[in-house]
């Protein structure tokens, strides 16, 4: 399974990104999803993660409210949207994939994607 993430970028304190992560090499449907951020000089974190249809999701909860994690089977893309973004919300991050059940764990997960970095400036 190849996974690519783009998205990232710079923005203000209060705004939005959207982050994307397109998968290739297996099929979509039968990956669960989730998203990872490293921020400078610390270990990384679970964001959120999805399941199979989009029917269960779950988040840090230092993102609740704010983020929101969806997929698209006939894209082969999950989708992070960030919103209200926080100056503590920069990092770099990476999408994972499980042939398991979703999990915080990063060692749940068995394919990586390289990282976008988002950078949110007070």
């Known amino acids: 399974v190849q996974l690519q993430a783009s998205g990232g970028g710079l923005v203000q304190a209060g705004g939005s990104l959207r982050l994307s992560c397109a998968a290739s090499g297996r099929t979509f449907s039968s990956l669960e999803l989730g998203w990872f951020r490293q921020a400078p000089g610390k270990e990384r974190e679970f964001v959120s993660a999805?399941?199979?249809?989009?029917?269960?999701?779950i988040y840090v909860d230092s993102v609740k409210g704010r983020f929101t994690i969806s997929r698209d089977n006939a894209k082969n893309t999950v989708y992070l949207q960030m919103n209200s973004l926080k100056p503590e919300d920069t990092a770099v991050y990476s999408c994972?994939?499980?042939?398991?059940?979703?999990?915080?764990?990063?060692?749940?997960?068995?394919?990586w994607g390289q990282g976008t970095l988002v950078t949110v400036s007070s």
């Open positions: 999805i399941n199979w249809s989009g029917a269960v999701t």
């Open positions: 994972a994939a499980t042939l398991g059940s979703i999990r915080r764990s990063s060692n749940t997960y068995d394919y």
